[in-house]
């Protein structure tokens, strides 16, 4: 296992580079901007708004901000998506690089530790899992939604992790430069006890990885051995009244898939907590803070 800034990696012509894709996020921008500036248009020419008790202005303008507001995050997706630094796996021959920091964070310093290489004799399975997560919902208490998230996991010949773990928290703590930053608690590689490294490919259909990651099982197979696909379901709504310990797990769990919402959702339900303290409790976890 070797650690890597993004500079010092070793890319070559011929690496399968699994990535973000950005033909999506593109289309997204364009709609949301095209809606953006048709309803500007509306609100400048005074159209009115039948059996509307509304100004029809307020209703023009006011859709313009939100959209245009869309427009303007998908954009700041396709910009992030285009960087070089978009991506999360590259195989190569002879082993693979897994790049830990979200593809969103780029404007976090380039020189950064932020990639780990495995070599193929390092590597004792690859694996496919489809998990299926119930989390609390909008609405109150009781109300649920489901995700489904798939991840390529690797288990390592050597169980000890805590060089990689220590790695993943400082990225935890990495910040951008300047006075104003803009940081995602985006994780998309998480360490499990027994040597697992897991990698997020996708979201509940939103977030994804591209190709597929039956591509890179496909690559690797022959070098390395490639286990059965696996599907596990859990309850995230139901935390039969665990410790702290158990609770804060779950938390971590739903943030660092990417569900930092269901993260603070949860962090309410678990300990009562005002939407303002389970918001900074949820980020003194992702940070490793003690305390």
Do not use: H
Not at 105 to 114: G, L, T
Not at 127 to 156: A, D, I
Not at 210 to 226: C, D, H, Q, T, W
């Amino acid at each position: 296992m070797k650690f890597y800034r993004l500079g010092d990696i070793p890319f070559r012509r011929d690496d399968l580079v699994f990535k973000a894709p950005v033909t999506g996020v593109l289309i997204w921008c364009c709609v949301y901007s095209g809606i953006a500036i048709a309803l500007l248009r509306f609100g400048i020419s005074g159209a009115k708004i039948a059996g509307l008790n509304l100004p029809s202005g307020l209703v023009f303008y006011g859709g313009a901000a939100v959209f245009g507001l869309l427009g303007w995050a998908a954009w700041g997706q396709f910009r992030a998506r285009r960087k070089p630094s978009n991506w999360l796996l590259r195989c190569q021959a002879g082993g693979v690089l897994i790049k830990y920091r979200s593809f969103q964070n780029w404007r976090c310093p380039a020189d950064d530790v932020q990639a780990v290489g495995i070599d193929d004799s390092e590597i004792a399975e690859v694996r496919l899992v489809r998990e299926q997560r119930t989390v609390p919902g909008l609405g109150g208490k009781g109300n649920q939604q489901f995700q489904r998230l798939t991840f390529l996991v690797f288990r390592l010949v050597n169980a000890d992790t805590s060089a990689l773990e220590a790695r993943l928290l400082a990225e935890q703590k990495a910040e951008p430069p300047g006075l104003f930053k803009t940081i995602y608690r985006d994780y998309p590689v998480a360490v499990l006890p027994g040597g697992i490294i897991q990698l997020r490919w996708s979201f509940s259909g939103g977030y994804k990885i591209s190709p597929s990651p039956n591509r890179a099982m496909e690559y690797l197979s022959g070098r390395v051995k490639i286990a059965g696909p696996d599907a596990t379901k859990i309850d995230l709504t139901r935390p039969g009244q665990p410790g702290p310990e158990a609770g804060d797990a779950q938390i971590l769990k739903l943030a660092r898939s990417g569900d930092t919402l269901g993260a603070v959702k949860l962090t309410r339900q678990l300990y009562g907590s005002t939407l303002d303290e389970a918001v900074a409790y949820v980020e003194k976890l992702q940070s490793g803070v003690d305390g």
